[in-house]
C-alpha cells in the first residue's frame, strides 16, 4: 500500500523533502529540498528544465556534496563529520544542518524507518537504486549502509535528535526507543547483508 503524499495536518511547518515527488505541496508555506551529491549530478545538474520546475515549488534547495562545486541558486549543505569509516545518511545530514542553522525547534519526521521496513523505498519515491523493472536494487542498499555504517547512523541521528520536539512520528518514535543491539538484529533481520 502507497503512502499517500506529505501530511497536510502540518502544512504550517516547513515541509523538507530528500527527492522531488509528484505531488501538489502547494499547501506547505515552505518547502525545502535536500538532494544527495549523486541525484543531484545523474538527475538534476544538466537538466534546466527540471531544474526550473524544481525552483517553481522549493524555496531552498540544498545540495550535499564534499568535492563537487555547487552553483547558485543550489546551496551547499554544510557537512558534519565523517569519513571513510563512516558518515551520516540522508536524515542526519538534515538534521545536522538544521540543528546548526535554528538550534532547538520542533519537528515531525515520516517517511524514514532508518532502513527497517522490507520496502525501503517506496514506488513513488524517486531512487536511483531502482532497477529498469521498478524493483529496489537490494545490493546497493546494503552497500550504502555497509559504507556509511548504519550504527553509526543509528547513534548520530538519535543523539542529535536528543533535545528536539519531535511530534507525530510515532512509528520513527518507537525506532529511537531501540537500543542499538535491537536495532542491530531488526536491521540483520530485514536486509539481505549476504549480498555483500
Do not use: W
Amino acid at each position: 500500500m502507497q503512502r499517500p503524499p506529505p501530511n497536510e495536518d502540518y502544512n504550517n511547518y516547513s515541509l523538507i523533502l530528500t527527492k522531488p515527488l509528484a505531488y501538489d505541496l502547494s499547501s506547505f508555506r515552505s518547502k525545502m529540498l535536500y538532494l544527495n551529491s549523486i541525484y543531484y549530478q545523474n538527475k538534476v545538474l544538466k537538466n534546466f528544465k527540471l531544474q526550473n520546475e524544481l525552483f517553481e515549488n522549493f524555496q531552498e534547495i540544498y545540495v550535499s556534496c564534499r568535492t563537487s562545486p555547487i552553483e547558485e541558486p543550489f546551496k551547499k549543505a554544510p557537512f558534519p563529520i565523517g569519513d571513510n569509516l563512516c558518515g551520516p545518511m540522508a536524515l542526519g545530514r538534515i538534521l545536522y544542518h538544521l540543528r546548526s542553522k535554528d538550534g532547538i525547534f520542533d519537528l515531525v519526521i515520516e517517511g524514514f524507518d532508518l532502513y527497517l521496513e522490507s520496502d525501503t523505498y517506496k514506488s513513488y519515491y524517486p531512487s536511483l537504486a531502482r532497477t529498469n523493472q521498478n524493483q529496489i536494487n537490494e545490493y546497493l542498499v546494503v552497500k550504502s549502509l555497509s559504507d556509511h555504517d548504519a550504527l553509526f547512523n543509528f547513534l548520530y541521528v538519535k543523539d542529535i535528535l536528543d533535545n528536539l520536539n519531535i511530534k507525530g512520528s510515532s512509528d520513527f518514535l518507537e525506532i529511537l526507543k531501540m537500543s542499538p543491539m535491537e536495532y542491530l538484529e531488526e536491521l540483520s533481520r530485514v536486509r539481505d547483508a549476504s549480498l555483500l
